[in-house]
Nanobody, 122 residues
Framework: QVQLVESGGGLVQAGGSLRLSCSSS????????RGWFRQAPGKEREFVVT????????VYADFVKGRFHISRDNAKNTVYLEMNSLKPEDTAVYYC???????????????WGQGTQVTVSS
């Protein structure tokens, strides 16, 4: 059984940075594309970024371009999300997920983590 576990969330002031990690266990996901999504209270889950199996291809949501950076270490079965210049509107639960190919669509992701809370204070 595949498990994805996010870590690294927390409370940060506006303009600050956080680094999220997503590790997998039970099965190697190095052959899967990975993605990060987020969900704020009262809002639908939204796409943040996706990365290809090799890590050579990435797609970012417009609202995080230039601020967030995704990377992966297949040897460690871990994906990272470096978040800089954080804004209060970035406050949400952040989820990592795995899919057969990079996608903006959450329904194309087969595996999901439980999420980690990111709170940005103004």
């Amino acid at each position: 059984q595949v498990q994805l576990v996010e870590s690294g969330g927390g409370l940060v002031q506006a303009g600050g940075s956080l680094r999220l990690s997503c590790s997998s266990s039970g099965r190697t996901l190095s052959n899967y594309a990975r993605g990060w999504f987020r969900q704020a209270p009262g809002k639908e889950r939204e796409f943040v970024v996706t990365i290809s199996r090799s890590g050579h291809s990435t797609v970012y949501a417009d609202f995080v371009k230039g601020r967030f950076h995704i990377s992966r270490d297949n040897a460690k079965n871990t994906v990272y999300l470096e978040m800089n210049s954080l804004k209060p509107e970035d406050t949400a639960v952040y989820y990592c997920a795995a899919a057969q190919w990079p996608s903006r669509r959450p329904d194309e992701y087969a595996y999901w983590g439980q999420g980690t809370q990111v709170t940005v204070s103004s």
